[in-house]
């Protein structure tokens, strides 16, 4: 997970793997400036490759990719 400070604001930003290993970046929200969050990471390790389940949540909302 990135933060970063941008003029519009704090841009949240995830790392991923594709299907052939390669990393990939999403764009999950942008938040304002002066205001506190809460960021809740979910996540479910399963046996195998490839099917770990993350879920990232700021004040009680889900982010970012399904």
């Known amino acids: 997970m990135g933060l970063e400070?941008?003029?519009e604001g704090i841009?949240?930003?995830?790392n991923d793997t594709s299907a052939n290993g390669d990393f990939v970046q999403h764009d999950l929200a942008l938040l304002e400036r002066g205001v506190p969050y809460t960021i809740k990471f979910w996540i479910k390790l399963n046996h195998g490759r490839n099917n770990d389940l993350v879920r990232i949540y700021y004040g009680g909302r889900l982010i970012g990719p399904d």
């Open 11 to 14: 841009q949240v930003t995830v």
């Open 5 to 7: 400070d941008t003029p």
